[in-house]
Nanobody, 127 residues
Framework: QVQLVESGGGLVQAGGSLRLSCAAS????????MGWFRQAPGKEREFVAT????????YYAAYVKGRFTISRDNAKNTAYLQMNILKPEDTAVYYC????????????????????WGQGTQVTVSS
């Protein structure tokens, strides 16, 4: 069982930056691929970014590529999402998710692939 707790959300002006953190419980963090998703009011949840268990592979949605960076520190059981050049359309609840995997280099872009989810953190970007 893995428990995930996000933090770092808040209110920021367009063009600003935020860094989200996702702290995971358990001793097998490196055996889990990690992902960030978001859901805006009235919209479906959408994929943002994913990183492999060993941190060597990552993948981004087109609408955040070049602005967001996903990373992880396996020694601290924590994943991060650095968000730069934020836009009002980035406003959403951001969720981190974890999936157990035996393939340390694998990334996962679909929500249904993930086993565990955090409670979410609100990000609001004002224009």
């Amino acid at each position: 069982q893995v428990q995930l707790v996000e933090s770092g959300g808040g209110l920021v002006q367009a063009g600003g930056s935020l860094r989200l953190s996702c702290a995971a419980s358990g001793r097998t963090f490196s055996n889990h691929g990690m992902g960030w998703f978001r859901q805006a009011p009235g919209k479906e949840r959408e994929f943002v970014a994913t990183i492999s268990g060993n941190g060597g592979s990552s993948y981004y949605a087109a609408y955040v590529k070049g602005r967001f960076t996903i990373s992880r520190d396996n020694a601290k059981n924590t994943a991060y999402l650095q968000m730069n050049i934020l836009k009002p359309e980035d406003t959403a609840v951001y969720y981190c998710a974890a999936v157990a995997t035996a393939i340390a280099t694998m990334t996962f872009t679909e929500g249904y692939e993930y086993d565990y989810w955090g409670q979410g953190t609100q990000v609001t970007v004002s224009s």
